[in-house]
């Protein structure tokens, strides 16, 4: 196995553009930390507004010939990177607990997952086609073809550090579209190192480039007022994608908006409770509750609130908290202090408002950044916990009378990404895919994520979609052309 010496020496430290390593302007760095220790991992380079223009200039050179590749050579490539990810896997691993905290099987889980946007975008890239017809005047053929929308700027955020780069790489090059990564500056390493694990597999220079920098905006902003980009995807919290889709007017940009949620997970009198625990768990604690698909809201029905509570919170005094990369760690550090400081008075503000805190829900002694796990019942309206997105591992709970009653507290909510529900009966499980305002559901599961199916919100919690058959027209415009027939 690798050691965490000898893998941060194989990271690469520059920006990656136009295929070559270089430092920034200035030779300008910024520091990675890892959560668990507070201690620097690397130095990278910090990109200045100048090397953000130079990857624009790179994409956009890049573009004509990347699209007239053909469709097959572009998925081969692919393939050959999800390939190479596999060969890699340990060291990915390791590398994402190291910068982001996440324990390592979880880190292990997320190049599963993130490797099959690689294969399964590899597959999609040939299956492109458009249609052919005749007018129904009968007076002329009309064709429908399928293009590359162009270069395009994908920003990511830091808690999939993997996953949210190749949702948008893979559907972005299998569609013959040139890139510019911008990785969240919390955990870049990720995204460098994949970078190199591209070239590896051949891909041509120019058509991904990496930056990295402390000053995202600024960086940011010339790149999305460039006449020649023309497509903005944007994973991260609400506040900022609804700037980026301000930006994105001045040049009517395509946007893709993978935003905040806030996820309601409803457990009816007639759930199978042993089901709904074990989902419950997976919703709320994988990645340490930082993800924009946990659970935020638990919604559980009043005859049995008072054993899934009772239930829950047994599971979460047996959860280990430490490094991700000691063996049996569910729990690691949150992203960094801010995270820390949050989650704690979230918790504060529940219970100030009338909330039983039965477990956790205090920062723990350091170094690292870390957080005990907390289960509050009896949540009170109004409590910021309901209207935020908790991002921490703080599972709060409210109860519920009727049906009704319940949907209405799940779509009590300006976010629209996934809600969970739990109930045996069919009809009613029906009768939620119609009821719940979100752009994903899971039905009797706490785990939803699949590189087969579209991801993606409603609400403020998106545009767009990544991932399945949908995801790779996020790159893709539609041409039609008339001419005489025959
Ligand atoms: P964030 O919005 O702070 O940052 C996301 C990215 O945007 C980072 O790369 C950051 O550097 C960059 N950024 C920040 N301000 C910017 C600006 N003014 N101009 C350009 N870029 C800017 O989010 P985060 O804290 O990194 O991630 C957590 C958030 O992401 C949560 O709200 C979570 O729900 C959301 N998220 C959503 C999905 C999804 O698919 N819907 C997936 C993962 C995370």
Known sequence: MITEKELLAKIPTGLF?????????????????????????????????ADGAAAMDAAAAAQASWAATPARA?????????????????????????????PLAEANGEVTYGGEFLRWFSEEAARLSGRYGVNPEGTGTMTVSLHPVGPSFLITPWNFPLAMATRKIAPALAAGCTVVLKPAALTPLTSLYFAQLLADAGLPAGVVNVVTTSSSSAVSGPIISDSRLRKLSFTGSTGVGQSLITQSAENVLRTSMELGGNAPFIVFEDADLDAAVE????????????ACTAANRFIVHESVVAEFTERIVERVRAMKIGR??????????????RAVAKATELVNDAVERGATLHIGGAALEGPGSYFSPAVLSDVRPGSDILREEIFGPVLAI?????????????????????????????????RMIGALETGMMGLNVGVISNAAAPFGGVKQSGIGREGGAEGIHEYLYTKYTMAPLG
């Open 279 to 290: 989902g419950a768990l997976a919703a709320k604690f994988r990645n340490i509750g930082q």
């Open 324 to 337: 991700g990369t000691e063996e049996g760690v569910t729990i690691g550090p949150l992203i960094d202090d």
């Open 398 to 430: 409210v109860s519920f009378s009727t049906e009704e009653e319940g949907v209405a507290l799940a779509n009590d909510t300006e976010y629209g990404l996934v809600s969970y529900v739990f109930t045996q009966s069919a009809a009613r499980g029906q």
């Open 17 to 49: 553009i136009n295929g070559t390593w270089r430092a920034a302007a200035g030779e300008k760095t910024l520091d990675v930390y890892d959560p668990a220790t507070g201690e620097v991992l690397l130095a990278i380079a910090d990109a200045s507004v």
């Open 74 to 102: 572009r998925g081969e490539i692919l393939r050959r990177a999800f390939d190479l990810l596999q060969e890699r896997r340990e060291e990915f691993a390791l590398l994402m607990t190291l910068e982001m905290g996440k």
